[in-house]
């Protein structure tokens, strides 16, 4: 199906009917980029388990909301799983999960998602390529289903896209199973561009020119995307400058995750052998960017996010392990006994906006919990 310059008018709500118009489904929430200013906090050298909850089959994707309330889980059982964060450290199995959803069988199981600016709604990417908004608000109560609509339909398994907002809330990216990226303007729910990498678009029979991981500038100046054929993109967000390509970074290794830190000065890169740290400047319109560190982690780092310290990384590998690495120091600050790791790959590390919660999925079918 070609793209369309805004969402259909049309929504689905998987197996029964709704009745509810699009504008009760998917109302416009005002999110504007402000300019922040970050202060960073000093840098974490503990690290501490605080409890487990089990997802079923391997976990897939994890998300905090934006008010740190809840947690969301997707797994290769066909399930979103919507958890009450509180409730979860509390140990409370009557009263942890919010939501059970069950997706949609042509959508075979969520690789990534997000949630809304407002909390109300998760965006998932599946493994056939689709994009789906859910509403939270829409769900029913005894049974798996809430409403949803497709966005973006591509029937092409085997994808397995990213979906990432941008810190305000602004913008909505997911990559594209041509090596693409569709960038969405969340207010309007209109598509604005979507983005090539520098060798431009293929058919998709290329699986290591597809973007593994997509991450947001703090200000919002640049997105950036990682593939497993070795390269990061950088594209400015500048409408005025037709959200051009700035940078293309050959790492010499297949990327599988990116972040920025906190004050948008470093990009990490996990890679097929650990994590690369880049600084990131521009001044007078010329973009500079240096390599700063690298930690020698001797894995293959499937997942990474920055502490809000800046100078610290919580990473989850291809083995079965997390751990806390200091960039400076290139080295890990902290030693996690062996019966509190995971048991599989980790797939997915998450930070909670607040700041002092940590979590972690594996595809042992466990979401663990941690204090920095």
Same mark, same amino acid.
């Given at each position: 199906?070609?793209?369309?310059?805004?969402?259909?008018?049309?929504?689905?709500?998987?197996?029964?009917?709704?009745?509810?118009?699009?504008?009760?489904?998917?109302?416009?929430?005002?999110?504007?980029?402000?300019?922040?200013?970050?202060?960073?906090?000093?840098?974490?050298?503990?690290? &501490?388990?605080?409890?487990?909850?089990?997802?079923?089959?391997?976990?897939?994707?994890?998300?905090?909301?934006?008010?740190?309330?809840?947690?969301?889980?997707?797994?290769?059982?066909? &399930?979103?799983?919507?958890?009450?964060?509180?409730?979860?450290?509390? =140990?409370?199995?009557?009263?942890?999960?919010?939501?059970?959803?069950?997706?949609?069988?042509?959508?075979?199981?969520?690789?990534?998602?997000?949630?809304?600016?407002?909390?109300?709604?998760?965006?998932?990417?599946?493994?056939?390529?689709?994009?789906?908004?859910?509403?939270?608000?829409?769900?029913?109560?005894?049974?798996?289903?809430?409403?949803?609509?497709?966005?973006?339909?591509?029937?092409?398994?085997?994808?397995?896209?990213?979906?990432?907002?941008?810190?305000?809330?602004?913008?909505?990216?997911?990559?594209?199973?041509?090596?693409?990226?569709?960038?969405?303007?969340?207010?309007?729910?209109?598509?604005?561009?979507?983005?090539?990498?520098?060798? =431009?678009?293929?058919?998709?029979?290329?699986?290591? =020119?597809?973007?593994?991981?997509?991450?947001?500038?703090?200000?919002?100046?640049?997105?950036?995307?990682?593939?497993?054929?070795?390269?990061?993109?950088?594209?400015?967000?500048?409408?005025?400058?037709?959200?051009?390509?700035?940078?293309?970074?050959?790492?010499?290794?297949?990327?599988?995750?990116?972040?920025?830190?906190?004050?948008?000065?470093?990009?990490?890169?996990?890679?097929?052998? =650990?994590?690369?740290?880049?600084?990131?400047?521009?001044?007078?319109?010329?973009? &500079?960017?240096?390599?700063?560190?690298?930690?020698?982690?001797?894995?293959?780092?499937?997942?990474?996010?920055?502490?809000?310290?800046?100078?610290?990384?919580?990473?989850?590998?291809?083995?079965?392990?997390?751990?806390?690495?200091?960039?400076?120091? !290139?080295?890990?600050?902290?030693?996690?006994?062996?019966? !509190?790791?995971?048991?599989?790959?980790?797939?997915?590390?998450?930070?909670?906006?607040?700041?002092?919660?940590?979590?972690?999925?594996? &595809?042992?079918?466990?979401?663990?919990?941690?204090?920095?």
């Amino acid at each position: 199906m070609p793209l369309s310059n805004s969402w259909s008018k049309s929504f689905v709500k998987l197996w029964v009917s709704a009745g509810l118009s699009l504008a009760a489904l998917l109302p416009v929430v005002p999110a504007v980029a402000q300019s922040v200013t970050v202060q960073l906090a000093q840098a974490s050298s503990s690290l &501490t388990l605080l409890g487990n909850i089990q997802h079923g089959r391997n976990v897939n994707a994890i998300a905090f909301s934006p008010n740190g309330q809840m947690l969301a889980s997707a797994g290769g059982d066909g &399930t979103i799983r919507v958890w009450d964060v509180d409730f979860a450290l509390q =140990g409370d199995d009557q009263r942890w999960m919010r939501r059970l959803i069950q997706i949609p069988g042509a959508d075979r199981f969520v690789t990534s998602l997000e949630f809304s600016p407002d909390n109300r709604y998760l965006v998932t990417g599946t493994y056939n390529g689709d994009v789906r908004v859910w509403d939270l608000n829409a769900c029913e109560r005894d049974r798996p289903i809430c409403n949803s609509q497709l966005v973006l339909d591509r029937d092409y398994v085997g994808v397995a896209p990213k979906v990432k907002f941008s810190p305000s809330g602004r913008w909505l990216a997911a990559s594209n199973y041509d090596g693409t990226v569709t960038l969405w303007d969340w207010n309007s729910r209109s598509i604005m561009t979507v983005l090539e990498a520098e060798t =431009g678009s293929h058919s998709g029979e290329r699986l290591d =020119g597809r973007f593994s991981s997509l991450t947001f500038s703090p200000d919002e100046t640049y997105l950036a995307a990682g593939s497993h054929d070795d390269f990061i993109t950088l594209w400015s967000l500048d409408a005025a400058e037709e959200f051009e390509r700035i940078a293309t970074i050959d790492t010499g290794n297949g990327v599988d995750s990116v972040a920025f830190s906190p004050d948008g000065q470093f990009l990490a890169s996990g890679n097929f052998q =650990g994590v690369e740290v880049r600084s990131i400047s521009a001044r007078r319109g010329k973009l &500079t960017i240096e390599e700063q560190s690298e930690l020698a982690v001797g894995q293959r780092v499937n997942t990474l996010t920055f502490l809000p310290d800046g100078q610290s990384l919580f990473i989850g590998d291809n083995v079965q392990q997390v751990g806390l690495w200091s960039i400076e120091e !290139e080295a890990p600050l902290v030693t996690i006994s062996a019966n !509190e790791q995971h048991v599989r790959p980790v797939l997915n590390v998450a930070l909670s906006p607040t700041g002092n919660l940590l979590a972690s999925a594996s &595809t042992d079918g466990v979401i663990k919990f941690w204090r920095p």
